[in-house]
């Protein structure tokens, strides 16, 4: 796995880029909120995106258990159609 890059995988920036040791968790919630690039996950990353992704991942920690609870969660209220449907035949 490559630790060092000169390019952002996340926001393609020529910039010295490193791998962050964001926990499995963290990078699941920072792919549900697209706080982050699916291509940039263990991957090596500029400063500013390391900055950013610590401040939201700081920032929505109460979030944090509610993401990872309900990943993709169909939209709410779901219309749910009632009762068979009847076809003459
Ligand atoms: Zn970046």
Redesign the pocket.
């Known amino acids: 796995m490559q630790h060092l890059a000169d390019t952002?995988a996340?926001?393609?920036?020529d910039?010295k880029?490193k791998r962050r040791d964001f926990s499995e968790q963290a990078w699941a919630v920072l792919l549900v909120w697209k706080e982050v690039q699916a291509g940039a996950v263990d991957q090596p990353?500029?400063d500013?995106?390391y900055a950013e992704l610590r401040e939201t991942l700081i920032d929505r920690a109460g979030e944090i258990e509610d993401a990872l609870k309900a990943p993709k969660q169909p939209q709410k209220g779901a219309v749910v159609a009632k009762g068979k449907s009847r076809k003459a035949g």
């Open positions: 952002c996340n926001c393609t920036t910039a880029s990353i500029c500013e995106c």
